[in-house]
């Protein structure tokens, strides 16, 4: 039950004029009270307030249709900036985004290994002021810290526990980070937090409900309906690569068995590659990515073997993508994270016919498909991507709900 | 964006208050403020007009602990009455229910058949009207009709095309219906409906992220996620029927392959049990659903074949509750629709089985899974449920989020 008294009518329409702006890039006052329902005295109050923070600037004039010209405003990016922080088996990214979630600094580190919690803590405290300092922006500009991490995710306490990381059991990582720091510090999957980053940097412009499907190491997934990550009943949502697509399928190390990871993901293309020969043992090992990566270089080298390989995990990624669609009704699916930054040109198509001739509602509305533009990173800008909207849409302010209702009202209220 | 500034604050409390009073059972002024974060003023004079309404009514007191005794209240059910229909290819089922969301009165009448949507509209329209007179409740305390069907729903001008009612095409059904019978009129898909029917009567208390697997003629689903039905991007949701488990299975009607209704679903579970000789070929045919019910009642009654039968057929409705519990993160799944109704107990156990031992998220939270309190009418009283909610709970008061953002942010704002 939301406490729907207890938000101030300003700090509302301060964050659903803000997210307006942000969404549509540029737009007008008149095109704001169109869009946000506020009147046009509020409208204009924050408006200006937004203008004094530094948030919003005017961009020149627009020609409107008989009247005056219009005042264009678009969210200034520079105003405030976000760190990111995708915590993987295989590597750390850091990233600083702008308020408009593009990237103005990055690095990658080595992966965690096997240091333990207090040890990361301080490394990463060490790499996030080097990453600031690398943008070369002010630290009060920086709105807090950002870190997805494979699920799943605990989030009672800021803890959290991957499977594969029993050592960290508990361990209340974004207080830590947070007391650490002296930044504002969230966590969240990094697949939700792509799907978020996806949505926050317009990929994709008019989606209602948007899926990304999230290849790294593994496989997972995030929705954003309505602007906002869906989240179910504990934030462990979307997790595609344990979904089950086949009864007799071998057994995945999460207890469930003909998983779409351990049938198509990276690690089983990886070890079927070595098996069938195609990577030399012995300048391969790094990482599950990093061998990914080589396969999908020989595949777009012309090696059939390869091809074939990375086409057969297509059609598994592709019923995943097909299933999120036919559970979550999305408009749009992203294909996102390193292992499609490299091998996203063979499972582009794969899961686009897919959709376009499998997907039950088609009749209904097409899913588009497309690869994110900023696949390698997408976690991490995911991760910055949620503290920029923590701090522009608080929660209060957003109503995550179906396209089609307000329809179905409309034909009770008339 | 929602028109966050054009709600007033008292229809707002008002909802939220009447969503919180139906929702406890019962509960005092005094809980009340707690649980919505409302001032003790606004309370009190919200509920004085809802009780001067006939909508709440108090019900003695409680002891509290240390202060005075605690006037409770309630909904009074008798207040505002509803009628839902389920309209199905086999039988259209019709309810009158209570503001709790019981049944007060209910009739079936033989499916739609071959007849033409102006003459399925009157017959519909005298059915309503018979149906209230045998509940015996004033037409005046009845706010509206809610219709459930087989998706995909086009819910834009409250038209549906059911892929196997070609002749109904773009027909506008809610408006027609609303018209001929002079009550608002509300249309949704069957399994979005029973879920909200779940949800409403308060079958799964607690319960944050709830799933409904629906089993009628054919296998759908729906989502009610922080007490409003989960709609995506066009109200064609959690079609479960639908979702690929056998990449190289058998086509279904839908243009997948593989489906869990192609490969479990209640059609072809009569269809093999005919082969098998399990059927008496000459006493069944009616309805999918009344063979149905007959190969559940030999495999009740102990016949070995027919309950294996079920099994299988259960193997693969366990897998689709497991991927919608993965993918949406339920913390409950509810098995309902007449089919469960007749055979639930076999479905039962096997879904539980499957997401007690490879629910990927078990660590951080159960699953349970439970039968639906009145499962062959479930479609037709989520149908009314929808009515109900769309006069206590305007969109606007509601906020689909996730239980664990609060958690989250906490973390940040401390």
Known sequence: MPAAGSVSTHA??????????????????????????????????????????????????????????????????????????????????????????????????????????????????????????????????????????????????????????????????????????????????????????????????????????????????????????????????????????????????????GCVEILAGPATVVATARERGLLDAGATGASVTGDFAAVARLALQGDDAALALLEDSARYVAVAAHTVATIMDTDHVVLTGPSFGVAGSVYLPVVRRELETRYFARGNHPVGVTISPHAYEAAAVGAAAMVLQSELVPRQSSVVLPASLPDARATVRR
Chains 1, 2 share one sequence.
Not at 22 to 46: D, F, M, P, Q
Not at 48 to 71: M, Q, Y
Not at 103 to 110: C, L
Request: contains cysteine; glycine residues 16%; aromatic residues 4%.
């Open 12 to 257: 509302n329409s301060r964050s659903v004029i803000l997210d307006a702006v942000r969404a549509a890039g540029t737009i007008s006052r008149v095109e704001l009270v169109r869009g946000t329902g506020l009147t046009g005295a509020t409208v204009s109050t924050v408006v200006r307030r937004l203008i004094d923070d530094g948030l919003v600037t005017e961009v020149g004039t627009a020609e409107s249709t008989g009247g005056k010209p219009r005042t264009m405003l678009r969210l200034d990016p520079t105003a405030r900036y976000a760190v990111g922080v995708h915590l993987d088996h295989g590597s750390v990214t850091y990233v600083v985004t702008d308020l408009g979630g593009d990237i103005v600094a990055r690095t990658r580190r080595a992966g965690i290994g096997s240091a333990g919690p207090v040890e990361v803590v301080a490394r990463m405290t060490g790499e996030i002021g080097a990453v600031i300092s690398a943008a070369g922006v002010d630290r009060d500009r920086v709105l807090g810290v950002g870190v997805g991490m494979p699920g799943p995710v605990f989030q009672g306490a800021g803890a959290f526990t991957p499977p594969t990381l029993a050592a960290w059991s508990d361990f209340p990582l974004a207080q830590a980070l947070e007391r650490s720091i002296g930044l504002p510090t969230l966590m969240d999957n990094d697949a939700t937090a792509g799907a978020l980053g996806e949505h926050w940097a317009r990929a994709v412009p008019g989606s209602v409900c948007l899926a990304a499907v999230y290849m790294g190491t593994g496989i997972g997934g995030g929705v954003v309906v309505g602007g906002m990550p869906y989240r179910g009943a504990s934030g462990n949502t979307v997790e595609l690569g344990h979904i089950c697509v086949d009864l007799d399928g071998p057994e995945c190390w999460c207890g469930n068995r």
